[in-house]
């Protein structure tokens, strides 16, 4: 436990004065008391009665119970409302559901095939979409597009509008590289991980990071990318090198194959293009970082792989402060004190 104003404390300092003026009180008390019965317990001739045998008597064990109990209950509220002054704070582990996800999405011109309706694209956003809408403030997502090249476009954010907002705006284009979708998911992963960071210079080129030391597959358990593509590598360099840098980094990699295996015809600038899911290589994608590859034929089926997406269930730490609690016994403790004072003595210690 530790305390925000333990200034506070020097206050306990006054509770022996405190306790030693009470007890002159007292006694100066007892001798009036004495006094008083004195005179009345001798007659004219100087005769002794029995209430000057009482007067001189110690107290019985229930006569000094009664007291000391009440003083003694103050005493420690008093001490408790000094603790709470000093506003302490605790630390307990609270557990919560938390992680990074980066949806990495292929928006290579295949995506726009209808095999899936409306289309690719479309269905895919739409599952997505429910996904984030169902994610706690504890977990990040960020938006990867990736055709030929890959470029975030959410960084990883709790802030689901604005997830919602990039998913909204992907639209079919060019070429696949599986490798540039992976590399840039990755990269944001290290950047979250990184912490924010202040640069005044914009446009210099970053500095080279080295390479991590490779670690087992889904060490990394917080972070999970989710990789929706029709699976048509088109582009270099090649895929399972960098699902290998994500192994390495223990991060999984959850493939989703969107699209039949048979395929859809797609009509680009008058000409007509094949495009089918190729599922072996994101078999093999999610196989090396230990993730899991689904196939997604129709939007039910994309809905429901999302929900077997899991992220870390974890205890943190946090500290919250106890000053109500130690200032709620003590009111309790002073109250009771006050109050049995005055049933026993008719009157406050």
């Known amino acids: 436990m530790t305390f925000a104003w333990p200034q506070a404390f020097l206050a306990l ?50 006569t000094r119970a009664k007291r000391t109990i009440p003083g003694a209950l103050i005493l420690v509220g008093i001490v408790v409302m000094i603790v709470a002054l000093a506003r302490p704070q605790g630390t307990i582990d609270v557990p919560r559901q938390e992680g990074t ?83 840039a998911s990755l990269a944001a992963i290290a950047r979250v991980a990184a912490g924010p960071t202040v640069d005044y210079y914009t446009n210099r080129s970053p ?43 223990g991060v999984r990699i959850y493939t989703v194959g969107i699209g039949s295996e048979g395929g859809a015809n797609l009509d680009l600038d008058g000409f007509q293009v094949h495009t089918q899911l190729d599922a072996a290589t994101l078999r093999s994608i999610s196989d090396r970082t230990g993730g899991t590859y689904y196939g997604a034929t129709d939007a039910e089926t994309l809905d429901a792989i999302y929900s077997q997406i899991d992220t870390a269930f974890v205890v943190r730490p946090e500290e919250i402060e106890l000053t109500g609690v130690f200032a709620a016994v003590s009111l309790v403790l002073l109250v009771a004190g006050g109050a049995l004072s005055l049933a026993l003595a008719g009157r406050l210690p």
């Open 101 to 183: 996800v980066i949806l990495a999405f292929d928006i290579s011109a295949s995506m726009g095939a209808t095999d899936l309706k409306p289309n690719r694209m479309d269905a895919a956003v739409k599952a997505a979409t429910d996904f984030v809408d169902g994610q706690p403030d504890s977990v990040v997502v960020g938006v990867v597009a990736f055709s030929d090249s890959g470029i975030a476009v959410q960084q990883p954010t709790n802030d689901q509008a604005a997830v919602i907002a990039a998913l909204e705006r992907l639209r079919p284009q060019r070429g696949t590289s599986l490798a540039r979708g992976i590399d």
């Open 207 to 249: 500095e080279p990071t080295a390479s991590p030391t490779p670690v087992p597959a889904g060490v990394y358990a917080p972070a999970a990318i989710v990789l929706l593509t029709d699976g048509e590598n088109t582009g270099g360099p090649d895929p399972l090198g960098s699902a290998q840098a994500a192994a390495d980094r």
């Open 13 to 62: 300092a006054f509770i022996p004065l405190g306790f030693l003026v009470l007890r002159a009180v007292d006694r100066r008390r007892g001798r009036k008391v004495a006094a008083f019965a004195g005179g009345e317990a001798f007659g004219a001739h100087g005769a002794s009665t029995p209430s000057a045998h009482a007067t001189t008597a110690r107290p019985s064990l229930a």
